[in-house]
């Protein structure tokens, strides 16, 4: 049995990510920091927005959502 252990975001998928997060809410700020998508906004009800949105989606790998705050 093989597998591989994936640490990070690929820059293809964090490009995706951050072109609909941007289309799709226009007052979060989203930076693609090395193997991260970073998402920052005054309102915490716009960034739960965002997970829920992106929990509905497929980028065929799994992503984790980590609160700063």
Not at 37 to 43: F, G, I, M, Y
Request: aromatic content about 8%; charged content about 30%; cysteine-free.
């Amino acid at each position: 049995m093989n597998g591989s252990i994936v640490h990070g975001i690929d820059a293809d998928i964090a490009r995706k990510l951050n072109k609909e997060i941007r289309d799709h809410f226009k007052k979060v700020k989203v930076q693609v920091e090395g193997d991260k998508v970073r998402v920052s906004s005054p309102s915490r009800d716009e960034l739960q927005s965002v997970i829920h949105y992106l929990k509905e989606q497929d980028y065929g790998i799994p992503l984790q959502y980590v609160n700063y705050r």
